[in-house]
């Protein structure tokens, strides 16, 4: 594993199982009464969130508090970024703080991976615009094998705003390396350009017909709901909320029809929900929901991946002497 996380590409099959493996002992702790460990004691952890975020930036903080780092969080509002400073100047003078490592949303893709040539420290994508999530990937795919065990051959979908939806992405890439089978479904304004040159590379298959894909075939073995992003979109995507829930939500009438040919199939949503739309409350709060089961794993994923980043046996071996140009 390299010294920063920006994709989901940049994990192997052998790095995705080691940080699963570590998240499974540091599930642990959240049984105990003290809930801390020594690893991280005199690291310095900067949590950098240029959008708002509830699980994601709570998650982060307090996987970096129960492994004894000190955790420090700035929001654009409360920097000098709202005087105008640039992101690589911001950037640099957190990092001159000598400070380990830099967790990162921001609302253009690929802001992260450019911070990560301007800075000394690791730095971890919390969320890049619409390009990548990488340590939601994780805790999903944790939250699946903690229920189903080995992913190998097991069909999931992912349903929804796919355009917009940077869990989409480093979910498809995630799940493809520990082997399941994914389809993603959604209207076809909400399909993102050159997704069937991507699906060919990538080993995946789409599809706009949500209940072809939950009646034919092999039963599916857990349904991923991805939130409508409207603050994203500009312009009608789909002609009401009521024609995209009849066509693509999860309904009541759906989740039967998949516990009937799965009893055991799962459904998920990295949050926020919008109940009604993309997820019907019945489905949402349904013994199949393992909606706050992933809230849970996010703690222990992030904490195994801020380990293996900063206490693991190569942390900081590549360090380079000076931040790079911009």
């Not at 790095?15 to 009464?33: F, K, N, P, V, Y």
């Not at 990488?134 to 795919?141: C, E, G």
Request: with cysteine; hydrophobic share 40%; charged share 20%.
């Amino acid at each position: 594993m390299s010294r920063h996380l920006i994709s989901s590409a940049d994990l192997s099959r052998t790095d995705i199982e080691g940080i699963l493996a570590t998240a499974e002992s540091m599930h642990d702790l959240q049984r105990r009464d003290v809930k801390k460990v020594p690893t991280l004691r005199g690291r310095t952890i900067v949590n950098f969130f240029f959008e708002d975020s509830t699980r994601t930036r709570s998650s982060f903080e307090i996987a970096g508090k129960w492994l004894s780092a000190d955790t420090i969080n700035l929001s654009a509002k409360g920097s000098s970024t709202s005087k105008g400073e640039s992101l690589r100047d911001t950037a640099m003078t957190v990092s001159a703080m000598a400070v380990d490592a830099l967790v990162i949303r921001h609302g253009a893709s690929g802001a992260c991976r450019q911070v990560s040539q301007w800075v000394r420290c690791s730095v971890i994508n919390a969320g890049d615009g619409m390009h990548e999530h990488p340590t939601q990937a994780l805790l999903d795919a944790y939250t699946l094998r903690t229920r189903i065990g080995e992913l190998d051959g097991k069909h999931v979908v992912i349903v929804g705003d796919l355009t917009h939806s940077r869990v989409f992405r480093s979910n498809v890439i995630t799940l493809a390396a520990l082997g399941a089978r994914v389809t993603v479904v959604a209207p076809p304004t909400l399909m993102p350009s050159g997704i069937d040159a991507w699906s060919e590379t990538d080993g995946f298959e789409t599809s706009w017909d949500l209940d072809t894909v939950l009646a034919g075939g092999d039963p599916v073995d857990a349904v991923m709901m991805l939130r409508v992003q409207r603050e994203r979109m500009s312009g009608g995507y789909f002609p009401t909320a009521r024609e995209y829930t009849v066509g693509y939500g999860l309904t009541r009438d759906r989740l039967d029809r998949l516990v009937a040919r799965n009893a055991d199939v799962l459904v998920l949503h990295p949050g926020p929900m919008n109940r009604g739309l993309e997820i019907a409350a019945d489905a949402a709060d349904a013994p199949q929901s393992v909606v706050l089961e992933q809230v849970s794993a996010g703690v222990a994923v992030r904490m195994a991946v801020l380990y293996h980043l900063l206490a693991g046996e190569d942390a900081g071996s590549t360090r380079p002497a000076a931040p790079g140009a911009a």
